[in-house]
């Protein structure tokens, strides 16, 4: 090559396969940790509506409890009273991860009611999955799965 060529080259304006490599590196590797990130915030997200999904249920129970002075035993006798009534929520007696964010699991018990739900973030139904009423604790047995 003589002089005049290097000052061409010089002149042209662009990028090297290097250049264009490094940034594609650092777009997929960007790329990788917003999806681990959003999986997180997913799965956070499935189980605080499967948790007030299970709230909403304690407290319609409580309002059951308040206007009957007992606790309901099905969703028939949730749904008997406008104060108690479920709407989108569903009473399942087998509680699963294809059950859904609005799905829980009721049961009674002598001294009250226990709720459990599906906890996303652990792909199983937690011991912190449950919502205990009506007296009822974590050492009561004896509970009845109710749908």
């Known amino acids: 090559m003589n002089l005049q ?9 662009g990028f090297t396969i290097v250049e264009l490599l490094i940034v594609i590196v650092v777009i997929g590797i960007l790329a990788a940790i917003v999806i681990v990130a959003f999986n997180g915030v997913q799965s956070r997200a499935n189980k605080t509506a499967a948790e007030q999904a299970a709230t909403q249920v304690a407290k319609k129970a409580e309002a059951y409890n308040a206007v009957n002075s007992a606790y309901p035993t099905s969703t028939t006798q949730f749904n008997s009273e406008s104060e108690s009534k479920l709407e989108g929520i569903t009473l399942t007696s087998t509680l699963a991860s294809g059950t859904g964010k609005t799905a829980v699991e009721y049961s ?40």
Do not use: H, M
Not at 5 to 13: A, C, G, H, R, T
Not at 117 to 139: C, E, F, H, R, V
């Open 108 to 147: 009674t018990c002598s001294t009250g009611f226990r709720i459990r739900y599906w906890d996303y973030t652990l792909s199983t139904p937690g011991p912190s999955s449950y919502i205990y009423g009506g007296g009822a604790t974590s050492s009561t047995t004896g509970c009845t799965v109710r749908s």
């Open 5 to 13: 060529e290097i000052k061409n080259l010089k002149d042209q304006k």
